[in-house]
């Protein structure tokens, strides 16, 4: 038989987060991916909601995805 195991997660102020529940990001923000350029990482998914949402978007890193992100 196994030793009972308990999980004591650390504290957490729901306070704070509870003041982003009425957040609304300004137009002029900007959204940000960063990593390696592959295909698993899905920086296009970041790209498409970027221009979904209208929003400028910072990408950093590189790979061989680069070219296919530039394009994009």
Do not use: Q
């Not at 959204?31 to 929003?55: D, M, N, P, Q």
Request: overall charge positive; aromatic content about 12%; proline content about 7%.
């Amino acid at each position: 038989m196994y030793p009972l195991t308990l999980v004591i997660a650390p504290p957490v102020d729901i306070e704070f987060f509870k003041s982003y529940l009425n957040y609304t990001p300004s137009k002029d923000r900007y959204l940000i991916t960063a990593g390696r350029f592959v295909k698993y990482k899905k920086h296009s998914e970041a790209i498409y909601v970027a221009s979904a949402l209208k929003r400028k978007i910072i990408i950093a890193g590189d790979g061989p995805e680069r070219t296919n992100l530039e394009n994009l």
